[in-house]
């Protein structure tokens, strides 16, 4: 007993420590980029996007180098998942989600496509270092699409902006301050990394799960959590298409940035990953783009049901 309250208080503290060591490094990064002249549109589709993807890329890198590469891929297939059915199911249960048509002719399409990409390279139980180099050149490719998507769309400028405004918090005029919470931010993301993954293998070990599940369950819940606040925030706002917006770029960022940076250090064998995984994240892909494209968008109604199929998902998997 005294060995599992242990493993759970690591579990929790890991989780804290990434939750506050990402949203230190996004506001830090962000006030060093607005200072060195960036626009708030490019760091918004840039920093701020990066950012948020700062705790799974921390786990992963972490349990991939410790000799756990079934946490690092699961942890991005369980991440996703949530994005979509838990995030947006509790945005929903907020207020109706509703989106611009770009979202579900351009966003999900993107998202649905890297989640078949990705199920393409798992079917042979590894993701090399020439596949995450590929995955790194999409995410490049991914990002300067947006930076001239942005410029090119006032709304989702403005949208944006009021993101970055948010990150920025009060005007500080000197850098030593930030620049000091950028470096705490990465401490506590490394150490609140180790944390999540020490805790969740300890806690789950008398389960007899697969590493793979425990990245797709305790792992990827703990790594979610700041896109489940920024979303939310943004849903009760009324910028349905910040909170989607948020949820896809996430997810597109873990599978494009998260895996290929991770693989091309070290390649990922997911021997517990498999083509039904890969089919979960499109098939989770695909009823997003449905519910977001149906008139009214993602009701109340809509919300319950996902978030009920997201506790079966961890049902499921865990048992």
């Known amino acids: 007993m005294p060995d599992l309250v242990v493993s759970l208080l690591l579990i929790l503290a890991g989780c804290a420590l990434l939750y506050v060591g990402g949203d ?6 962000t ?38 590469s079934g946490i690092s891929v699961g942890n991005v297939v369980g991440s996703n998942v949530c994005n979509i059915i838990l995030v947006l199911g509790l945005c929903a249960l907020l207020r109706p989600v509703t989106v611009s048509r770009d979202v579900y002719r351009i966003d999900f399409p993107i998202l649905i496509f890297v989640s078949a990409v990705f199920t393409f390279m798992v079917n042979d139980a590894l993701i090399s ?22 410029a090119e769309d006032e709304e989702l400028g403005e949208l944006l902006g009021e993101e970055v405004a948010e990150a920025l918090g009060e005007d500080e005029q000197n850098w030593l301050m930030p620049v000091g919470r950028a470096l705490l931010g ?8 180790k944390w999540l993954v020490d805790g969740s293998l300890q806690t789950l070990a008398p389960y007899a799960l697969s590493e793979a599940a425990i990245g797709i369950t305790v792992v990827a819940l703990g790594t979610s959590v700041p896109e489940i606040g920024t979303s939310i925030i943004a849903a009760r706002k009324g910028h349905g298409d910040l909170a989607v917006g948020n949820a896809i770029g996430s997810s597109v960022f873990n599978l494009l940035g998260v895996l290929g940076a991770t693989a091309s250090i070290r390649p990922l064998p ?7 995984d890969g089919a979960i994240l499109i098939a989770t892909s695909v009823a997003g783009l449905v519910l977001v494209a149906r008139p009214g968008g993602i009701g109340r109604v809509q919300g319950t049901v996902l978030i009920v199929t997201y506790g079966l998902y961890l049902a499921t998997a865990i048992f």
Do not use: C, K, Q
């Open 129 to 150: 270092r020439l596949e995450g180099a590929f995955l790194g050149s999409g995410l490049l490719a991914y990002v300067v699409w947006n930076l001239r998507r942005a």
């Open 270 to 276: 997911a021997n517990d990953v498999d083509l039904m």
């Open 24 to 29: 230190m490094l996004v506001s830090a990064s």
């Open 31 to 68: 006030f060093i980029a607005n200072r060195i002249g960036m626009s708030p549109i490019a760091i918004g589709a840039t920093v701020v996007a990066i950012g948020t993807s700062a705790p799974e890329f921390s786990v992963s890198l972490d349990a991939a180098l410790s000799g756990h």
């Open 186 to 193: 990465i401490a506590f993301l490394g150490l609140g990394a």
